[in-house]
Nanobody, 132 residues
């Protein structure tokens, strides 16, 4: 059974930085492309970033490009999201996810998905709040 455990969220001032982590278990982690999504209060799920199985290829949504960096450590079954120059609009609950083979457009793939934290292969997420 896939289990995902996110951590590292918190309260940070605008312009600050934070790194969130996600540990996966129950899968052969190195075989899976991984991603981060987020959900702000009252809003739908938004894809943030994805990283290839080897970590050599990554992509980002336009809203975070140039500020966020995704990485992974396959030896630790962990994917990270380094977030710099945080803005109030980055406030959301952040979740990691496996990305199925063949998904080209992550934004479309995750659009409309409703998360039940802790169920259906979703972790509890980690809250990031950007506020002065």
């Amino acid at each position: 059974e896939l289990l995902l455990e996110e951590s590292g969220g918190g309260l940070v001032q605008p312009g600050g930085s934070l790194r969130v982590s996600c540990v996966a278990s129950g899968i052969t982690f190195a075989n899976f492309e991984m991603g981060w999504v987020r959900q702000a209060p009252g809003k739908g799920l938004e894809w943030v970033s994805r990283i290839s199985q080897t970590g050599y290829t990554a992509s980002y949504s336009e809203s975070v490009k140039g500020r966020f960096t995704i990485s992974r450590d396959n030896a630790k079954n962990t994917v990270y999201l380094q977030m710099n120059d945080l803005k109030p609009e980055d406030t959301a609950r952040y979740y990691c996810a496996t990305i199925p083979d063949g998904v080209r457009d992550c934004a479309s793939y995750f659009d409309g998905i409703e998360i039940t934290p802790g169920k259906n292969n979703w972790g509890q997420g980690t809250q990031v709040t950007v506020s002065s």
